[in-house]
Every structure is written in C-alpha cells, then in structure tokens.
C-alpha cells in the first residue's frame, strides 16, 4: 500500500518557477517507479514526467522537455517536480502516481495523490 501526497503548488506569474514535492507512505518506496500527471479543466489528464524507482531513469514527453525535472529522494521518500519558464497554460491541478512498473506509471499507474492546484498567471 502506498499513499502520497502533493504539497507545493500555488500562484505563481508566467516566467517563473514551482517546485512540487510528492511525499509518499510504505516501506517500499524505492521499488515504485513515480509519475507525475496534471488535468487543466475541461481537459483529459496529461502525463508530465516520470522517474524510475532507482531514480537513473526519467522520461518527459517532448512538449515538456527542458522545462520540467523529475528527481526523487529515496531516504525522504518524496518525489520533486520541479517547473520553470511556466506558461498560462500550465495550469492545472497536479498529481502524482506510483507503479512498480516504470512503463506502467506513464499510462495507468495503481497509486494516485489527491493533487495540487498550480495556477500561472500571465
């Protein structure tokens, strides 16, 4: 069983930075690939990053590359999203998501958090 939790999201102006933090429950942490996935209203969820449970592999898709990092802290058992450059379009309540299969957590991952709100004003 694993429970996480989003903390870290607020109002920030376009241009600037956020960084999201995902703490999670368990012993196991470290055997749970984590993503991270984010729903504007009125549109589907969007996957925005993922990080194997070792932490030596991430993936992004490319519309995010270069403004979005993924990195995790296996001793804190917490997980990081940090953002720049953030666009209006950013806005969205974040999530994060745990699966013990880092392919799985890009798709349909079995954990969620209850997410963050994360709102760039332009």
């Known amino acids: 069983q694993v429970q996480l939790a989003e903390s870290g999201g607020g109002l920030v102006q376009a241009g600037g930075s956020l960084r999201l933090s995902c703490a999670a429950s368990?012993?196991?942490?470290?055997?749970?690939?984590m993503g991270w996935f984010r729903q504007a209203p009125g549109k589907e969820r969007e996957f925005v990053a993922s990080?194997?449970?070792?932490?030596?592999?991430?993936y992004y898709p490319n519309s995010l590359k270069g403004r979005f990092t993924v990195s995790r802290d296996n001793a804190k058992k917490t997980v990081y999203l940090q953002m720049s450059s953030l666009k209006p379009e950013d806005t969205a309540v974040y999530y994060c998501a745990a699966d013990r299969d880092f392919t799985v957590v890009v798709t349909k991952p079995f954990y969620w958090g209850q997410g963050t709100q994360v709102t760039v004003s332009s």
């Open positions: 368990g012993r196991t942490f470290a055997n749970y690939a």
């Open positions: 990080i194997s449970g070792s932490g030596s592999n991430t």
